[in-house]
């Protein structure tokens, strides 16, 4: 698990008890035995016996546990559509494929069908929470926050605001809508830990700037989170320049709204200046980076160790259907690589982001951009146990280890297993997965 974007600790004999709250108690190394005896009144351990009540999970052969991870961009709504963009790029792209798909959901079937679908298969692919958007309506986009309640998943969920320069079908920007959304889902988790609302202003083109004024002020009434995207195509960007004349740049737009808080989700953030850079971290707003998104409707590379490098918060998002997978482990793999491409056009090595790097805003790095980071995103003692058991020796697994290659070390073993999954697994190696202390999968 990380510690921090540069600090991933890997324990090689380490141990995590976890309470029936799903609390992690202790977090340590050595012996099982002694682990549970120095806990032992916790597990009411006054003879061999008991030992036997606790459950326990140990990793065997080529296994080992990893934070579950977090996808801070994933537009729910447009599952059906992933693999499916041609040759186009952002503008129309959504004019083509996503707005007549989005209108669709007037339909609320329809909608509980995808949406069962892609929240389980977040799930099956390790994703134990997501920042949600849905669509403008507000009975479907309650339905996903339900279903991602029922089948286990953290979920942000996000009603979408948008007002112009699309079909009538998908235009709802009425104030009422955000406010019966948010009462209905406030209504099903009162702790909001589980799902909550996120004011979700689709992107500065769809909202004037009155409208993005009232969403602020309603996410800040109601304390809640907001996402939306930032500066991910060039021609979306000169765009904005033209509609909101009185602004310094996209960044401008959104502060000027009063829409960068501590908790706030920016998608893409591919073409930022240096100044915006500073304005977003300084608002301690936080980046969702979808490197396969940004790849296949050819956006761009964003220069993610830079941002790392300035301590501006960052995340991973599979931004479907921009990006074709829910798979945020794709995601990590392809922002790797992204960024050694990167490093070859600029000539800066610094831009090169590790296997740490990625984990990290797989995980932890996705609970910060969440808000989030007190009870997920790593296995620090106090946090919840919100995690994957990886195993590289399962039927059919894309993986092959070769025992006789494998270091003696036991902290190098597990570094090159952590490689091998990072470049070649898949979810097949997801054995199973966990939230809040409960198995929610298991293949
Ligand atoms: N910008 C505005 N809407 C969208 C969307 O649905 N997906 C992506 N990737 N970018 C957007
Ligand atoms: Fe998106």
């Not at 309470?19 to 340590?28: M, Y």
């Not at 995808?114 to 479907?140: C, D, E, F, Q, W």
């Not at 996903?144 to 029922?150: D, G, V």
């Not at 979306?236 to 602004?247: G, H, N, R, S």
Request: with cysteine; glycine share 6%.
């Amino acid at each position: 698990h990380s510690l921090n974007a540069n600090e991933l600790e890997i324990l090689s004999d380490g141990i995590v008890g976890v309470d029936e709250k799903g609390k992690i108690l202790f977090k340590q190394t050595g012996s099982l035995e002694d682990a549970l005896l120095a806990h032992g009144s916790y597990y009411n351990i006054d003879d061999e016996n008991t030992i036997a009540e606790v459950e326990i999970v140990e990793t065997v052969g080529n296994q080992f546990f990893v934070p579950g991870f977090i996808d801070t961009h994933i537009h729910a709504s447009q599952y059906p559509n992933v693999g499916i963009f041609g040759h186009s790029t952002l503008l129309d792209w959504l004019e083509t494929y996503t707005f007549p798909l989005e209108g669709s959901y007037t339909d609320t079937n329809r909608a509980a069908e995808v949406y069962n679908k892609v929240v389980s298969r977040g799930l099956a692919n390790g994703t134990t929470m997501a920042s949600y958007y849905g669509t403008i309506h507000v009975p479907a986009t309650v339905c996903l926050a339900q279903i991602a309640q029922q089948l286990g998943q953290r979920a942000l969920v996000g009603r979408v605001c948008m007002e112009r320069f699309c079909p009538e079908a998908v235009q709802d920007a009425s104030i009422e809508s955000d406010r019966d959304f948010v009462d209905k889902v406030l209504a099903l988790d009162e702790t909001g830990q589980h799902v909550k609302p996120i004011i979700t202003p689709r992107f500065a083109p769809s909202c004037t700037m009155e409208t993005m004024k009232g969403l602020a002020k309603l996410a800040r009434e109601r304390d809640l989170p907001i996402q939306t995207h930032i500066s991910e195509n060039s021609r979306e960007i000169a765009w904005v320049k033209d509609l909101f004349p009185e602004c310094e740049n996209y960044t401008d737009v959104y502060d000027k709204a009063n829409l960068l808080k501590h908790d706030t989700v920016l998608a893409h953030a591919v073409h930022l200046a240096d100044s915006e850079v500073e304005v977003i971290k300084k608002r301690d707003s936080g980046i969702s980076h979808c490197p396969v998104s940004n790849a296949s409707i050819a956006s761009g590379i964003a220069p993610i160790k830079s941002y790392l490098d300035k301590n501006v918060k960052v995340s991973l998002g599979s931004d479907v259907s921009g990006g074709f997978t829910t798979s945020i482990l794709a995601n990590a793999r392809e922002a790797l690589l992204m960024s050694r491409l990167l490093s070859e056009r600029t000539g800066n090595s610094n831009d090169v982001l590790s296997v740490g790097n990625v984990l990290f805003i797989a995980t932890l790095g996705g609970a910060e951009v969440c808000n989030a980071s007190n009870f997920v995103g790593n296995f620090a003692v106090g946090k919840q146990w919100d995690a994957q058991l990886i195993n590289l020796d399962v039927e059919g697994s894309p993986v092959d280890v070769f025992s006789w290659q494998l270091p003696k070390d036991p902290v190098e073993r597990i570094e090159h297993l952590v490689h091998k999954w990072m470049y070649v697994g898949d979810d097949r190696n997801t054995a199973k997965v966990w939230v809040d202390g409960k198995l929610v999968v298991d293949k």
